[in-house]
């Protein structure tokens, strides 16, 4: 079975993301490591990392992602935009090699009005920096998640994420997170067995299904193929609980993470409902 979790708060520190997703009875967990607002983010220190590690392994060691600021622009053509983007990035490596995280989810970014196929390669030359920089000594995945078309936005289209995949000379750093609120703003249906094969047959002959190593489990408050990404609870949206009881028992992906990333208060309840409403969906 898929290791179903959410997306949980780090206020008050980063370890207590593992009491929020144990408060929940989740499987698996993505945080932001900083202020995904920020541009400056202060280092770790050594008593946050024992923290994080200690409380990580007293929680079964379950799988968790982090997610890159979204101030984050690797398809940028403007050079300091570019410049601080790679800086960021390059942090976002570290603190996941300091913390043990082994991915981290990252949306491609913008072309800006530069075209679709510039800001392809911005991302590709970009991420090659990226690793670079971050040093051989780095071992996390990179994932490159899968976005709803809005603008001027890359990575709508499972060709792109290839086409950034094929391009970088770190390929097999990199991966694809895939949110099922944005690939059905983006114009994938899944909603029945045949229009689900469909999208994962063009998600294999794009880059291959093995790629896909993490997902974001959020129905979309719009219709297919709107281009807008407003995420909604589980069930209550367009794409509806059938097709996520086909991702939910899709063999190929038994034992990857699903995290929600749904809207929530502070006492969770909402986490609680959607993650029992998917479990419902499992055969």
């Known amino acids: 079975m898929p290791l179903l979790g959410a997306h949980e708060s780090v206020a008050g520190g980063l370890h207590r993301a593992f009491d929020h997703i144990a408060e929940v009875g989740g499987e698996s967990l993505q945080i932001f490591t900083r202020n995904q607002?920020?541009?400056?983010?202060?280092?770790?220190?050594?008593?946050?990392?024992?923290?994080?590690?200690?409380?990580?392994?007293?929680?079964?060691?379950?799988?968790?992602?982090?997610?890159?600021?979204?101030?984050?622009?690797?398809?940028?053509?403007?050079?300091?935009?570019?410049?601080?983007?790679?800086?960021?990035?390059?942090?976002?490596?570290?603190?996941?090699?300091?913390?043990?995280?082994?991915?981290?989810?990252?949306?491609?970014?913008?072309?800006?009005?530069?075209?679709?196929?510039?800001?392809?390669?911005n991302v590709a030359r970009h991420l090659d920096m990226v690793f670079e920089k971050a040093g051989d000594d780095s071992r996390v995945k990179v994932?490159?998640?899968?976005?709803?078309?809005?603008?001027?936005?890359?990575?709508?289209?499972?060709?792109?994420?290839?086409?950034?995949?094929?391009?970088s000379k770190f390929s097999h750093r990199l991966g694809v997170c895939l949110d099922t609120c944005h690939i059905f703003a983006a114009g994938y249906d899944f909603r029945t067995p045949r229009t689900y094969d469909k999208t994962f047959l063009e998600a294999e002959q794009a880059f291959g299904v093995e790629r896909i190593c993490f997902f974001h489990l959020n129905d979309s408050k719009k219709e297919l193929q709107s281009k807008v990404d407003r995420h909604e609870h589980i069930g209550a949206g367009k794409i509806g609980l059938e097709g996520f009881r086909l991702l939910l028992n899709d063999t190929r992906f038994a034992g990857h993470p699903m995290t929600l990333e749904t809207p929530k208060g502070k006492d969770l309840q909402e986490d609680r409902d959607n993650l029992a409403r998917l479990r419902s969906l499992l055969e």
Do not use: M
């Not at 101030?71 to 490596?93: C, D, M, T």
């Not at 970014?109 to 392809?120: F, K, Q, R, T, Y």
């Not at 709803?148 to 289209?157: E, H, I, K, N």
């Open 143 to 167: 994932l490159l998640e899968t976005t709803a078309g809005q603008g001027t936005g890359l990575g709508s289209s499972f060709a792109e994420l290839a086409w950034i995949i094929y391009r």
């Open 37 to 121: 607002r920020q541009w400056q983010a202060p280092p770790l220190s050594n008593e946050e990392i024992e923290q994080f590690r200690t409380r990580w392994e007293e929680a079964g060691n379950l799988p968790v992602a982090s997610h890159a600021s979204y101030l984050i622009n690797l398809g940028s053509s403007r050079k300091e935009q570019a410049a601080k983007s790679v800086a960021s990035f390059v942090g976002e490596l570290r603190r996941c090699d300091q913390l043990g995280i082994a991915w981290v989810v990252v949306h491609p970014g913008s072309h800006g009005g530069d075209g679709v196929e510039a800001g392809l390669g």
